[in-house]
């Protein structure tokens, strides 16, 4: 099962964060023939002190 781990600055809404992870997961999917059920996405947020 792919996991795809994403860290960034703070300041991104939640649906860019959403859109971010649609598109990652269906670019793994194509890359690896596999199905989006089986593609999981985190997303950590920094600050730029924490970075």
């Given at each position: 099962m792919?996991h795809i781990?994403v860290k ?5 809404t ?10 990652l997961t269906?670019?793994l999917?194509?890359?690896?023939g ?8 985190t ?9």
């Amino acid at each position: 099962m792919p996991h795809i781990s994403v860290k960034m600055l703070k300041g991104r809404t939640e649906e860019q964060k959403k859109a971010a992870a649609e598109k990652l997961t269906a670019a793994l999917c194509e890359a690896l023939g596999c199905g989006d059920s089986h593609v999981t996405v985190t997303v950590e947020d920094f600050t730029a002190e924490e970075w």
